[in-house]
């Protein structure tokens, strides 16, 4: 005997709706996406949108754990295959340049552009959290870079740290102002001109 289903099953694909809704919020910010632009992208009625994936800052929340996991694993990526420090960091960069650029999604980094003019604390809180532990990562490899004797001991590593993610920041900037990814490339390798010689 078969058990009848109770209610009426979903009919989107969730990790679809997900993927548009990490869209939109990418395009326009957190603050300016409405729900009511959601539903639109996402195919869907408010109603299954807050049965699906609760309110918008909830979703919200879920899409950055997604774009962490895809669209901005690149760096994670780089810091674990590279052997050295300056090949993870160099690595990141260039291919930050690759994806702020890629025709096939908004220009630049979710996690810095959906911030701007955000006034809801929790999310900016949240997303200035990510970036700064972002930092915290880069010095963590710069320093292991002085450790094993591939960087001076001189090192200031907290302040190459911040110059690479201030680097990583701006290129996101101008990847949404409209550069190229050979300009921003370029601007990769002379971020890497500022670093120390070997140890």
């Known amino acids: 005997m078969t058990t009848k289903q109770r209610g009426r099953p979903r009919s989107f694909d969730r990790h ?19 729900v009511s632009d959601l539903t639109r992208v996402m195919g869907i009625s408010a109603p299954s949108l807050y049965a699906a994936f609760g309110d918008k800052k909830t979703l919200f929340e879920e899409v950055v754990e997604e774009y962490a996991r895809s669209h901005g694993a ?19 960069l260039i291919e930050a340049a690759a994806h702020y650029t890629d025709p ?18 929790e999310v900016a809180d949240a997303l200035r959290d ?7 990562r880069i010095e963590g490899l710069i320093r292991r870079g002085v450790e094993s004797g591939e960087l001076p001991a001189a090192t ?3 302040t190459l740290a911040r110059l690479c993610g201030a680097v990583l920041m701006g290129m996101s900037q101008q990847a949404r102002d409209g550069a190229t990814r050979e300009e921003l490339e370029r601007l990769a390798e002379a971020a ?8």
């Open 130 to 136: 990510r970036r700064n532990a972002n930092i915290a």
């Open 16 to 34: 679809t709706a997900l993927e548009q809704a990490t869209m939109a919020f990418w395009e326009h910010g957190y603050e300016t996406t409405s």
């Open 156 to 158: 200031d590593s907290a």
């Open 74 to 92: 690149f760096g994670a990526e780089a810091f674990t295959q590279e052997p050295t420090a300056r090949g993870g960091i160099r690595r990141m």
């Open 104 to 121: 096939a999604h908004p220009p630049g980094c979710l996690m810095i552009s959906a911030a701007v003019n955000c006034s809801t604390p």
């Open 192 to 199: 890497m001109e500022a670093w120390p010689g070997e140890g």
